[in-house]
């Protein structure tokens, strides 16, 4: 089993969770429709409120595997 070892702050992480992602061959063939990306768009509102770091961290993971990050946490 691997663990990861994360350090550095919430973005850091993500991006090498996304590196790591990237190096698996891992995608995210993401389909949405307009209802679950706006219910996403508004639930990031909600969680950026109480929980910021995990928004960071997910934004991090966009970038390294470049895709939309308002697609992506939705």
Do not use: W
């Not at 219910?39 to 910021?52: A, D, M, N, T």
């Amino acid at each position: 089993m691997y663990h990861l070892r994360l350090k550095g702050d919430h973005y850091q992480m993500g991006v090498k969770r996304g590196n790591i992602f990237q190096k698996a061959h891992i995608s995210f063939p993401l389909q949405l429709d307009n209802f679950q990306l706006e219910h996403g768009k508004q639930s990031e509102e909600i969680l950026r409120k109480f929980f910021p770091e995990i928004c960071e961290e997910v934004r991090g993971v966009s970038d390294a595997i470049g895709t939309d990050y308002l697609h992506f946490i939705s």
